[in-house]
C-alpha cells in the first residue's frame, strides 16, 4: 500500500535550520499536490506550504521568505527547508499528498505520520 515516510525533524535553536523530507513508497501510478501542515500544542492543524505536480509553490504568511517547499518527483519525495527558525515554528510537521495508486482508479489523499520540530529560545 501507498505509504508517506517523513525525516528531518528534532530540536533545534532559534535562529537554525532543518530539512524536512516526506517520501512516498508503494505502487504508485501519480502524485498530484504535495503539502506540509503543522499543528502546535492546543492549536488547529494549519497549512504550511503547498507544491503542484508542476512546482509551482505557496506558503502561509507565518513562514514566507523563511521556508521553502520542493519535490523530486524521480524519487516521489516532498521536501521542506526550514531557515531562521522560531520558537512558535515548535509543532508537529505533517505530509500530506493526493496520490493514485496503481491499483486504484484515481487520486487518493495520504497523510504522513508527522515528525516533531522542537525550537528553543
Known amino acids: 500500500q501507498v505509504q508517506l515516510v517523513e525525516s528531518g525533524g528534532g530540536l533545534v535553536q532559534a535562529g537554525g535550520s532543518l530539512r524536512l523530507s516526506c517520501a512516498a513508497s508503494?505502487?504508485?501510478?501519480?502524485?498530484?499536490?504535495m503539502c506540509w501542515y503543522r499543528q502546535a500544542p492546543g492549536k488547529q492543524r494549519e497549512l504550511v506550504a503547498g507544491?503542484?505536480?508542476?512546482?509551482?509553490?505557496s506558503y502561509s504568511d507565518s513562514v514566507k521568505g523563511r521556508f521553502t517547499i520542493s519535490r523530486d518527483n524521480a524519487k516521489n519525495t516532498v521536501y521542506l527547508q526550514m531557515n531562521s527558525l522560531k520558537p512558535e515554528d515548535t509543532a508537529v510537521y505533517y505530509c500530506?499528498?493526493?496520490?493514485?495508486?496503481?491499483?486504484?482508479?484515481?487520486?487518493?489523499?495520504?497523510w504522513g505520520q508527522g515528525t516533531q520540530v522542537t525550537v528553543s529560545s
Open positions: 500530506n499528498a493526493d496520490i493514485a495508486p496503481r491499483v486504484g482508479l484515481g487520486l487518493r489523499n495520504y
Open positions: 508503494g505502487s504508485i501510478f501519480s502524485i498530484n499536490d
Open positions: 507544491i503542484t505536480n508542476s512546482g509551482r509553490t
